[in-house]
């Protein structure tokens, strides 16, 4: 609730700091570590008397308190996966958390020097948006493709499994490099109609030739579900397969005992989502990240230096 009233929050500041300087909007910075270190700051010191300083002081103390929540999260992530290494799983709990709190303490020295705040607005921009763009295809790719597809070539044939992938995998590759192209040269409108279009036609095609040599495969080996004919059993295992047994592993996991309802459990919009729209929506939105990244000579136009360090911390990060 917090994070969602402060969002509101940011354009009547924003709005306000740029009448009184009699700037223009985009001139002042609304988002990454200005909005937190500089435009906030700048607002909260125009508030009347003394209340000015409480205030600065509430909102550096939950800076400071939602760091540490964070940090939480993060070494938690961390000593979980060192735990599981071969090379380090055999050191204690206590000394995965010394040594990774240690080595996180020297790499945050860097953020106290004169380059701190350049670093961590190249550290935010690529590990925070960039990486997390990825590691989102590539978890979606991994649990709505990737996940039991030995299985679902056994139910509808290599033919309509291989077919299906190329074909809806080259649909969003269309639309984004149709996007990509035209965006410089045409409206956002055509842009997104010729995108579109091709896109959705090339995997229109595609979906309904492995839907008919799926259906045909089911049909002389006798894999149809119960209650499906050989067409809604291709169907169903195409496009929900693969993310409905994650699924299932999910609900087994998030349940109160085995015929409780109590928790939130996972179902077919969640499968659709995972398996379709999450990788369209990354990989359109990665594209025009690097486009964006291409067009400024690097991001904010910051020195080379700068720039391939973060993308070794990228892969660092990815690996």
Same mark, same amino acid.
């Given at each position: 609730?917090?994070?969602?009233?402060?969002?509101?929050?940011?354009?009547?500041?924003?709005?306000?700091?740029?009448?009184?300087?009699?700037?223009?909007?985009?001139?002042?910075?609304?988002?990454?570590?200005?909005?937190?270190?500089?435009?906030?700051?700048?607002?909260?010191?125009?508030?009347?008397?003394?209340?000015?300083?409480?205030?600065?002081?509430?909102?550096?103390?939950?800076?400071?308190?939602?760091?540490?929540?964070?940090?939480?999260?993060?070494?938690?992530?961390?000593?979980?996966?060192?735990?599981?290494?071969?090379?380090?799983?055999?050191?204690?709990?206590?000394?995965?958390?010394?040594?990774?709190?240690?080595?996180?303490?020297?790499?945050?020295?860097?953020?106290?020097?004169?380059?701190?705040?350049?670093?961590?607005?190249?550290?935010?921009?690529?590990?925070?948006?960039?990486?997390?763009?990825?590691?989102? %295809? &590539?978890?979606?790719? *991994?649990?709505?493709? /990737?996940?039991?597809?030995?299985?679902?070539?056994?139910? +509808? $044939?290599?033919?309509?499994?291989?077919?299906?992938?190329?074909?809806?995998?080259?649909?969003?590759?269309?639309?984004?490099?149709?996007?990509?192209?035209?965006?410089?040269?045409?409206?956002?409108?055509?842009?997104?109609?010729?995108?579109?279009?091709?896109?959705?036609?090339?995997?229109?095609?595609?979906?309904?030739?492995?839907?008919?040599?799926?259906?045909?495969?089911?049909?002389?080996?006798?894999?149809?579900?119960?209650?499906?004919?050989?067409?809604?059993?291709?169907?169903?295992?195409?496009?929900?397969?693969?993310?409905?047994?994650?699924?299932?592993?999910?609900?087994?996991?998030?349940?109160?005992?085995?015929?409780?309802?109590?928790?939130?459990?996972?179902?077919?919009?969640?499968?659709?989502?995972?398996?379709?729209?999450?990788?369209?929506?990354?990989?359109? %939105? &990665?594209?025009?990240? *690097?486009?964006?990244? /291409?067009?400024?000579?690097?991001?904010?136009?910051?020195? +080379? $230096?700068?720039?391939?360090?973060?993308?070794?911390?990228?892969?660092?990060?990815?690996?």
């Amino acid at each position: 609730m917090f994070s969602f009233v402060t969002g509101f929050v940011v354009f009547p500041i924003i709005g306000h700091l740029t009448h009184i300087q009699g700037i223009p909007f985009d001139a002042l910075t609304v988002g990454g570590p200005g909005l937190a270190f500089v435009t906030y700051p700048a607002a909260l010191s125009l508030m009347p008397g003394f209340s000015a300083n409480i205030f600065c002081v509430i909102f550096f103390l939950t800076f400071f308190m939602l760091g540490i929540d964070s940090a939480f999260s993060m070494v938690e992530g961390i000593i979980a996966n060192l735990q599981e290494t071969r090379l380090l799983g055999s050191l204690s709990r206590p000394t995965h958390l010394i040594g990774t709190c240690a080595l996180g303490c020297l790499g945050s020295m860097l953020y106290a020097a004169d380059i701190g705040y350049y670093m961590l607005d190249l550290i935010d921009f690529y590990i925070n948006n960039f990486c997390l763009l990825v590691i989102v %295809l &590539l978890e979606a790719y *991994a649990v709505g493709w /990737g996940h039991d597809r030995k299985t679902m070539i056994k139910l +509808v $044939g290599m033919k309509a499994s291989v077919m299906f992938e190329i074909f809806v995998s080259g649909g969003i590759l269309c639309i984004t490099f149709m996007l990509f192209l035209l965006w410089e040269f045409t409206s956002g409108s055509v842009a997104y109609g010729i995108g579109f279009g091709f896109g959705g036609i090339t995997m229109v095609i595609g979906i309904l030739l492995s839907i008919y040599f799926g259906a045909i495969y089911v049909r002389n080996n006798g894999t149809e579900i119960r209650e499906m004919n050989h067409y809604q059993t291709t169907v169903y295992i195409l496009c929900f397969h693969q993310p409905n047994n994650v699924g299932k592993i999910l609900n087994g996991a998030i349940r109160n005992g085995e015929d409780s309802q109590e928790n939130w459990t996972v179902g077919h919009v969640w499968s659709l989502l995972v398996k379709f729209v999450v990788p369209a929506c990354c990989t359109i %939105l &990665l594209a025009f990240t *690097a486009r964006s990244i /291409g067009r400024q000579n690097g991001y904010e136009g910051y020195p +080379v $230096g700068f720039q391939l360090l973060e993308h070794l911390l990228c892969c660092l990060s990815l690996a």
